[in-house]
């Protein structure tokens, strides 16, 4: 039975497999590695024609992963001894993991690998010297670490598909009119049984997957029909509406042109979006940015620089890209009030922003004293506790419907 239909480049799949059934054979190409979560799985190979038993496999073992990672044919046959529930790992998955670590981690695994394959022939497992204590506990601790993050990786996938992921709404404050300019739609999580998730506890690792892109679609999505209503109260003016773009998502080629239908079905005004990235995700490949950073606009959309001071922070390429924005980051917010080169930093960003013509942000806004700093230092626009939290759709509603003054 093939798997790669239904999983695609999904890990984290359960499967059943019957007393005696196989799951994989010898010879076959490989595409799926397993982590055993109950049953027994021996594992035999053809030797003068005869099989041989080389292994059986309990709770927590994984196998097939040869196959896998080396891209070649099955060197044994898998079966279920006992009934047996497996999560599968595709390759897609695996090679997408192997790439994106450490360069050097890869190339190790893979040469490991292609000796162990060499040696294999003289190597016969009742050879293998027993495990220590500690050995084993390792390995169990590691199986242990990839099985919750695999689980964790299907629960997103099933979230999403359950529509369980909804943006929440900080408004962006205009410091000199004192009144709402815009929102940031921050994702949440509303998990079945754990409540509210912040993003914290997902986003780290929806990004290292493309489960991001989903996410960050359906925030988008959701961001750009929340605009639409709170638009349409009364006496409530154009407002723009910030939403965070991860580098997985720049980096897809087909992110420009998801993000064009969306605007065109939900009818907002595209000039009212801004799409916020990390300043770090624009050095690694500054050509490649650059163009992506053209193709966003292009759709009319504004850019801004978000948590601006914490990464490269090379001045040189503020007027390399098309940025409308900076956020400067919380932490000179809140070190600006003890520290004077923090309040110079901000004084510095303030107009030079003003200079290329960029607004600017302060996020992180907790106190009185920091916003009326900010507005000696000419900040345009404010975010943070201060002001509000970041609310549901309803409760942003009721707080333009209150017609705020700060
Ligand atoms: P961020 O983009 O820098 O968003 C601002 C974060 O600061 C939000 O945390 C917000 O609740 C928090 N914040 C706002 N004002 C204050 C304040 O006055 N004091 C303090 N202590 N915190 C404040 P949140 O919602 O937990 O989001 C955390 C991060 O998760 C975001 O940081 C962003 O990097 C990421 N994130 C959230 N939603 C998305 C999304 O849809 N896509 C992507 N790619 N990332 C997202
Ligand atoms: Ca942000
Ligand atoms: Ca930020």
Same mark, same amino acid.
């Given at each position: 039975?093939g ?12 499967r ?75 390759d ?23 000796r ?8 016969? *497992?009742?050879? =293998?010297?027993?495990?220590?204590? #500690?050995?084993?506990?390792? $390995? +169990?601790?590691?199986? !242990?670490?990839?099985? %919750? ?62 489960l ?32 965070? *773009?991860?580098? =997985?998502?720049?980096?897809?080629? #087909?992110?420009?042109?998801? $993000? +064009?239908?969306?605007? !065109?079905?939900?009818? %907002? ?12 995700l ?7 940015a ?6 966003l ?7 801004a ?44 960003l ?6 290329l ?50």
């Amino acid at each position: 039975m093939g798997l790669t239909g239904a999983t695609g480049t999904e890990a984290g799949l359960r499967r059943v497999f019957a007393p005696g059934e196989e799951i994989f054979r010898e010879g076959e190409a490989g595409d799926v590695a397993y982590i055993i979560e109950r049953g027994r799985v021996e594992i035999s190979n053809l030797v003068d024609g005869r099989r041989q038993v080389l292994a059986v496999l309990l709770a927590g073992d994984l196998f097939g992963e040869m196959a896998l990672i080396d891209q070649n044919e099955r060197t044994a046959t898998a079966r279920a001894l006992d009934e047996t529930e497996v999560v599968c790992i595709s390759d897609g998955y695996v090679h997408r993991r192997l790439t994106d670590s450490d360069p050097l981690i890869g190339l190790f695994l893979r040469v490991v690998l292609a000796r162990y394959r060499e040696m294999r022939g003289q190597l016969l *497992l009742r050879e =293998r010297p027993e495990p220590t204590a #500690q050995e084993r506990g390792d $390995l +169990a601790e590691q199986r !242990e670490a990839a099985l %919750v993050r695999l689980r964790f990786e299907e629960e997103i996938r099933l979230g999403l598909e359950n529509g369980e992921f909804e943006p929440f709404f900080q408004p962006i404050i205009d410091l000199r009119a004192g009144r709402i300019a815009g929102f940031e739609a921050l994702a949440r999580w509303h998990h079945p049984e754990r409540g509210l998730v912040p993003p914290g506890e997902f986003i780290g690792i929806a990004e290292q997957s493309d489960l991001i892109k989903g996410i960050g679609l359906r925030v988008f999505e959701r961001a750009c029909a929340a605009l639409r209503r709170f638009e349409a109260i009364d006496g409530v003016g154009p407002l723009s509406m910030s939403v965070n *773009l991860s580098g =997985r998502q720049l980096d897809d080629p #087909q992110l420009p042109q998801q $993000l +064009a239908a969306v605007i !065109e079905r939900s009818e %907002v005004a595209p000039e009212r979006l801004k799409l916020e990235i990390v300043e770090s995700l624009l050095m690694g490949n500054p050509e490649l940015a650059e163009a992506t950073l053209l193709r966003l606009k292009g759709l009319g959309a504004k850019v801004a620089i978000d948590d601006f001071g914490t990464g490269y922070s090379s001045l040189s390429y503020l007027h390399r890209f098309p940025i409308d924005t900076l956020k400067i980051d919380r932490s000179f917010v809140i070190s600006m009030q003890d520290d004077i080169r923090s309040m110079e930093i901000v004084r510095v960003l303030s107009d030079l922003s003003r200079g290329l013509q960029m607004s600017i942000i302060a996020e992180g806004v907790e106190t009185a004293e920091q916003r009326a700093t900010l507005y000696a230092l000419q900040c345009d626009f404010g975010q943070g506790f201060l002001f509000s939290r970041p609310l549901p759709e309803k409760e942003a509603v009721a707080l333009l419907q209150s017609r705020p003054h700060w």
